[in-house]
């Protein structure tokens, strides 16, 4: 197996310039910690090139690097539908969402839910946000990113981990979200370059597209189904068109790692522009993740029988995983100077979405504990402590990794992300959305349903992991052995459903005993829309050619 050149070094090393470069000139411009507004939310200044290019880049991690061209190598072609209905449910955010968001003047989401609820409704949502954060994005990102260095570099996996941490960590704590968003915009250009590189340069290698087919079509023993969106046993349809939607709100219009963006718009209008312009990008990954992982597998089968291999640098361990599509990919096919383009592409994939948690965390736990332990705490205060919270997260997600690495063994990366979002997305997704458009559900109906949603959440999360790992065995044909043994994407199904059931039953039980809801946080039918909310023809167009987009790929790959 080829390794980095000089040529490509020198290209890795002037990306971190670079993106150092840009935090430092931003940070010094903007006096990003001068005050909370600025640190946390940008000065609620940004435009909507920046919002949008920052929903991207923050999204896209090296979970997608990793976990999502390992699923194009694996044959699990569906796990991009998690990407193209991304781009249908942030225009969701950009039309439903913002107007009541911006509105309101929050700096987070559970600030929203108190506002519309209560004190107890903001305190379940910031717990609960913190901790998946912890088991999904910082544990998940730091373990994506030093597999990156393992293989690419031949550095130990727990070295990787700590290097991807100090590296990202530097200007995130000083620099604040406009430092983040700023950085991010050169990152996905980088990464988009670079998965465009490796396409085309796998491409190359086989001998172009109707190579892979023909290599799909002689190895695979699911050459039929191997790149449909429709027909594969572990994503159903129904759990695609009616599941995979409830995981989407949940993420992109109510979370806060993604939410914050849009409430550093300058106004209404510039947010919708930004989640369009997002909704955009969010159609690339299928072309610049998936697809490489595809071509790495059709290389494996007829050129480099070896390709997935990964040997420990230290142990000398060898395992095989399709985890390392990408990166194995990189080192066989690309040219030197091209492979630091792509690492590079790595690197700032990892960083932006690692940067950007780190921020959002930092915010949920300086605004929505510490504030309201401290109500009269300064700028600089707060400041502080977002920073403190940060890198002690960051220290707790290093500390669940080896439980990660248990439940990701044999590749499924992006799998196990999806799936551990499956148990606590769907109570939150129904409290919002109901909480928006339906003026009788109140704060007893909202919480009694978040806490049971979370119960069963965690009950199948327990469950199927001692079934994995703890030697449990549950009775075939019982009611929880089938709900343990569910498509997660039905399970979130099941969830919404359960938790809609209780929302509606509690508040109608309550109703005469309900706080009357604040104007501007429920649809309310004949409020005249503001100047900057009225839909420009342009939106409508750009709109309507996104929604094209994603039938034209439902079709093609159906």
């Known amino acids: 197996m080829e390794s980095l050149g000089a040529l490509d070094f020198a290209v890795i090393a002037g990306y971190f310039l670079l993106v150092f470069g840009i935090a430092w000139f931003v940070t010094k411009k903007e006096k990003s910690g001068a005050d909370a507004s600025s640190y946390f939310l940008g000065g609620r200044d940004l435009g909507w090139f920046a919002i949008g290019a920052s929903l991207f880049a923050s999204n896209i991690g090296s979970e997608h690097l990793i976990g999502l061209s390992g699923s194009g190598a694996r044959g699990a072609f569906p796990e991009a539908q998690f990407e193209i209905l991304a781009s249908l449910i942030l225009l969701l955010l950009g039309w439903v969402f913002v107007p009541f968001y911006i509105r309101s003047g929050v700096f987070t989401m559970p600030e929203f839910l108190e506002r519309r609820y209560n004190k107890g409704a903001r305190t379940y949502l910031s717990v609960v946000s913190i901790i998946s954060y912890v088991l999904t994005k910082i544990s998940f990102t730091i373990f994506a990113g030093a597999l990156v260095f393992e293989v690419l570099l031949g550095i130990p996996f727990w070295t990787g981990a700590?290097?991807?941490?100090?590296?990202?960590?530097?200007?995130?704590?000083?620099?604040?979200?406009?430092?983040?968003?700023?950085?991010?915009?050169?990152?996905?250009?980088?990464?988009?370059?670079?998965?465009?590189?490796?396409?085309?340069?796998?491409?190359e290698a086989i001998g172009g597209w109707s190579e892979v087919l023909v290599a799909i079509e002689t190895n695979s023993p699911d050459a039929d189904t191997f790149m449909s969106l429709?027909?594969?046993k572990e994503y159903p349809w129904t759990g695609v068109l009616l599941g995979a939607p409830i995981l989407g709100i949940w993420y992109w219009c109510t979370d806060q790692f993604i939410v914050q963006r849009v409430l550093s718009a300058k106004n209404i209008s510039t947010a919708r522009k930004g989640t369009i312009f997002g909704s955009f990008l969010k159609l690339l990954p299928l072309f610049i993740f998936i697809f490489p992982g595809i071509i790495a597998y059709a290389l494996s089968v007829t050129t480099y029988p070896d390709l997935f291999t990964v040997t420990n640098p230290i142990t000398g361990e060898v395992r095989t995983t399709t985890d390392a599509a990408l990166p194995a990919l990189i080192l066989r096919v690309l040219p030197v100077g091209f492979r630091g383009l792509v690492v590079a592409g790595f690197l700032a994939a990892l960083m932006s979405s690692l940067s950007s948690v780190f921020n959002s965390t930092s915010t949920l736990f300086t605004f929505d504990f510490y504030k309201q332990w401290r109500p009269q705490a300064s700028e600089k205060q707060l400041v502080l402590v977002g920073r403190i919270a940060t890198v002690v997260l960051v220290i707790v997600g290093l500390a669940w990794i080896p439980f990660m690495r248990k439940l990701t063994e044999g590749g499924g990366i992006y799998r196990y992300l999806q799936s551990v979002q499956a148990y606590v997305s769907p109570p939150i997704a129904a409290a919002f959305l109901l909480g928006i458009f339906y003026k009788k559900i109140n704060a007893k109906g909202a919480l009694a349903a978040l806490w049971t949603g979370f119960a069963l959440g965690m009950a199948r999360l327990v469950l199927e992991y001692m079934t994995q790992e703890g030697g449990l065995t549950l009775t075939p044909g019982g009611m929880i052995n089938s709900l343990v043994t569910m498509n997660f994407l039905h399970y979130a199904i099941?969830?919404?459903?359960?938790?809609?059931?209780?929302?509606?039953?509690?508040?109608?039980?309550?109703?005469?005993?309900?706080?009357?809801?604040?104007?501007?946080?429920?649809y309310e039918r004949g409020v005249v829309q503001s100047a900057d909310q009225k839909a420009k023809p342009v939106e409508v167009y750009l709109t309507i050619a996104i929604i094209i987009a994603v039938l034209i790929l439902w079709w093609v790959f159906r």
């Open 162 to 203: 700590l290097i991807t941490v100090i590296a990202t960590g530097i200007y995130t704590v000083f620099g604040g979200l406009k430092a983040v968003v700023y950085t991010d915009m050169v990152q996905a250009i980088i990464f988009i370059l670079g998965g465009l590189a490796a396409t085309y340069f796998g491409l």
């Open 230 to 232: 429709w027909r594969n």
């Open 494 to 522: 099941f969830l919404f459903v359960v938790s809609i059931a209780v929302m509606v039953l509690v508040s109608f039980a309550t109703v005469k005993t309900a706080k009357l809801v604040e104007p501007g946080l429920v």
